[in-house]
């Protein structure tokens, strides 16, 4: 069975519609016949500043949501970064590796660290996606479903593993990134130019899991259309209407030309009404079961104490194979 890894990071109250279509929907898909193993990234988190009592509870929020949209414990192990502290260990060696130059053209990066300059840019931001290819590293990973801005530090992971592999001897699988066609890439509802992001500076077109219906309902009947009617995919004359196909595409497994066909003629009102009552149908239950999780967190943090020590006893053997293989000194 192919190992599966993907994470998220817990740094917003909720997680949001990109994150479902682009990755959480093919995270519960694979679970059938796949070995997979999903994350909370609290380490990754912190390379951004993070109000630690917020922290704290979108840690168990985000894995309330995977379990909600139904990641299946039975199936699946799911555990919190920090707590195998072989991530952080195999982040160290594979940093050694690494280019400075090589890390510095990883475009979200340049992105973020432009957004805020160099002093408040830190070291972690830039190691960042050594810390993701060592989680993804540690456990023999086959294939990783990710949303489409996560390509390049996949491609990164893949050259770090052959880098490795060819200068101490075969070690690491090199691990296939798992993107879905449709929804790759989920942009803002009301600016269909940018992705979908937690970062956005309005939240009018953020859509987010835990949303009550009602707004979430509102969000997509003030979507921001083009000037024409016609529902109609065209991403560069109707960002907007083809944005919201994607979703209506993604949500219903039907394909785009379909949809299209069925608003012939009906304008972008029925459309819109009808994608938002799709998307709420889908979102309340886990926004529900979501909510209900998190009334106990002690059961949830029991749950992820033993997700951690599954990984942690697999993660802690390809670790040793690491030291190993560069010529550490084993504890006598
Ligand atoms: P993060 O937390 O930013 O996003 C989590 C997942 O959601 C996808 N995604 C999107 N997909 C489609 N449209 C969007 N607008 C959109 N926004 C986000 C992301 O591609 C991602 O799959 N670096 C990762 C976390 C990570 C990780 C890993 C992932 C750390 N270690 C190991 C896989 C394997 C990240 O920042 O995801």
């Not at 707590?83 to 973020?112: C, N, Y």
């Amino acid at each position: 069975r192919p190992v599966i890894f993907s994470g998220m990071q817990p740094s917003a109250d909720s997680l949001h519609l990109g994150n479902y279509l682009g990755a959480l929907v093919n995270w519960v898909a694979l679970q059938d016949d796949s070995d997979p193993i999903y994350c909370v990234v609290d380490l990754h988190a912190i390379t951004v500043a993070q109000e630690p009592k917020a922290l704290r509870e979108n840690v168990r929020r985000t894995a309330a949501q995977y379990l909600a949209a139904g990641v299946d414990l039975e199936r699946s192990t799911l555990f919190v970064q920090s707590h195998v502290p072989a991530h952080a260990e195999l982040a160290w060696v594979l940093s050694t590796i690494t280019g400075f130059g090589e890390a510095s053209r990883m475009t979200q990066f340049k992105d973020k660290s432009s957004k805020q300059g160099a002093d408040a840019t830190t070291v972690g931001l830039f190691t960042y996606p050594v810390l993701m290819a060592a989680d993804i590293l540690l456990y023999g990973t086959d294939a990783v479903p990710v949303g489409d801005d996560q390509r390049q530090h996949l491609e990164l992971t893949r050259d770090l593993a052959t880098r490795f592999n060819s200068r101490y001897g075969q070690t690491f699988t090199v691990p296939e990134a798992l993107i879905p066609k449709a929804s790759a890439r989920i942009y803002d509802l009301q600016d269909p130019s940018s992705k979908m992001s937690k970062s956005a500076t309005s939240e009018a077109g953020l859509v987010k899991l835990l949303d009550d219906p009602s707004v979430t309902a509102k969000k997509f009947k003030s979507a921001m259309t083009d000037t024409g009617r016609e529902v109609r995919y065209d991403r560069d004359e109707k960002p907007g209407i083809s944005n919201l196909l994607d979703i209506y595409s993604a949500v219903t497994g039907r394909p785009v030309a379909e949809i299209e066909g069925e608003y012939a003629g009906r304008g972008y009102g029925d459309f819109k009404k009808d994608l938002a009552e799709l998307v709420v149908d889908r979102l309340a239950p886990i926004r529900a079961r979501t909510l209900e999780l998190m009334a106990d967190p002690a059961e949830l943090d029991r749950l992820l104490a033993i997700g951690a020590d599954k990984a942690a006893a697999r993660a802690e053997v390809k670790l040793r194979e690491v030291y190993d293989r560069v010529g550490f000194v084993r504890r006598g």
